[in-house]
């Protein structure tokens, strides 16, 4: 017992450490976001003697904070969409139709997870201006359902073989063909590894940063990652405003990780056990 007891408080305290090691970026962003320049450069550990919160609302003008979130939102909410879509019918069918052919398109897709992006940049740039998408948030939602398919098939390709069969044939007695199968019976039993599927897709788009400075030239267009960038000037960096603006961008990812966080661990457990 007092083994046991040492052994679960030293975990308590590790993770304990750990949690506070984790949270000290965020805590100095955000403490040095309500400071002066001349503040933040005399102590950046020090606590802001006065809370400067126009700091937020210089930020919010800068970066065209309501424009670069609707931005943000279209390519996620599409990009998301479009990659639980295919992946889901795509991951579905290779599930349950066995052979040879099935196996190697399905290893196709696990081996595209192996290439590095950067690898494909360039390739991908001229692809997307050759396809007239360049230069789109339309275009680049696209790009990310090309680019997000295949982690997404291989969670539902996983988490499929743990439905039973016999829920489709009782379906195909009743009268349902394939598809009318998959979205009335299948698709609503897919729900915790969709919701996976759909945070970790939201937290990759809304984060990323060389993508949509690649495919994006007109400032009206920027995501808000992309428009965060503009505030870093050659010759003048307003460190306060750039916390600021980057404590705006961070805080829905946060949120809705925070609040989805269960559903993630037990989708990706039970979507790669069960594959």
């Not at 040095?32 to 102590?43: D, H, I, R």
Request: charged share 10%.
């Amino acid at each position: 017992m007092r083994l046991r007891k040492g052994a679960s408080l030293f975990i308590t305290l590790f993770l304990t450490i750990g949690a506070i090691i984790s949270f000290f970026p965020i805590y100095l962003a955000i403490i040095n976001s309500l400071k002066t320049q001349g503040e933040m450069f005399a102590s950046f550990t020090a606590l802001p003697t006065k809370l400067h919160f126009e700091n937020y609302a210089h930020a919010f003008k800068q970066i065209n904070l309501l424009g670069s979130t609707i931005n943000s939102v279209i390519v996620s909410v599409i990009g998301i969409g479009g990659i639980i879509f295919c992946a889901a019918l795509a991951g579905y069918k290779l599930s349950r139709t066995s052979g040879r052919l099935s196996a190697a398109i399905f290893s196709l897709f696990i081996a595209s997870m192996l290439v590095p992006f950067h690898s494909i940049m360039i390739p991908l740039t001229r692809m997307a201006k050759s396809l007239h998408v360049s230069g789109s948030t339309y275009g680049l939602a696209l790009i990310y359902i090309g680019l997000g398919v295949n982690m997404a098939i291989f969670l539902y390709h996983g988490f499929v073989k743990s439905i039973p069969r016999e829920l489709e044939e009782a379906a195909r007695i009743d009268g349902c063909g394939e598809f009318q199968t998959f979205f009335r019976i299948i698709f609503p039993l897919l729900l915790p590894i969709t919701v996976t599927i759909a945070i970790l897709d939201f937290l990759w788009i809304w984060n990323d940063f060389l993508l949509p400075l690649l495919m994006l030239t007109d400032s009206t267009k920027y995501t808000l990652i992309l428009s965060t960038n503009t505030l870093f000037g050659e010759y003048n960096k307003e460190w306060s405003l750039i916390l600021a603006a980057l404590v705006l961008t961070a805080l829905p990812v946060i949120i809705i990780y925070g609040f989805f966080q269960k559903f993630i661990m037990q989708g990706i457990a039970e979507g790669a056990i069960k594959g």
